[in-house]
């Protein structure tokens, strides 16, 4: 069973920058596609950023230009750099497989941006 774990997440003045870390356990990382997802209060969760085994990367157009996705299949460990970060980036951010999430969510991590 592989197991997500998220982490790097703070609260940010309006303008900051954050960068988050997703460690997956299992061997299946490396051929797996991945992705940033994010839920803000009262809000479906949204896919952000994807990145396949191949290292071909995608936004979406909320966040394109300002974060930055990327992998170490070494390290089992898939980033999310953001910068430039706004308050409507708030949100609990998750990390799972795309198109589909296909292993059981992390506990996610809170990014707080302020105004």
């Known amino acids: 069973q592989v197991q997500l774990v998220e982490s790097g997440g703070g609260l940010v003045q309006s303008g900051g920058s954050l960068r988050l870390s997703c460690a997956a356990s299992?061997?299946?990382?490396?051929?797996?596609?991945m992705g940033w997802y994010r839920q803000a209060p009262g809000k479906q969760r949204e896919l952000v950023a994807s990145i396949t085994s191949g290292y071909r990367t995608n936004y979406a157009d909320s966040v394109k230009g300002r974060f930055t996705i990327s992998r170490d299949n070494a390290k089992n460990t898939v980033y999310l750099q953001m910068s430039s970060l706004k308050p409507e980036d708030t949100a609990v951010y998750y990390c799972?497989?795309?198109?589909?999430?296909?292993?059981?969510w992390g506990q996610g991590t809170q990014v707080t941006v302020s105004s």
């Open positions: 799972n497989t795309v198109p589909s999430a296909i292993y059981d």
């Open positions: 299992g061997s299946i990382f490396s051929i797996a596609a």
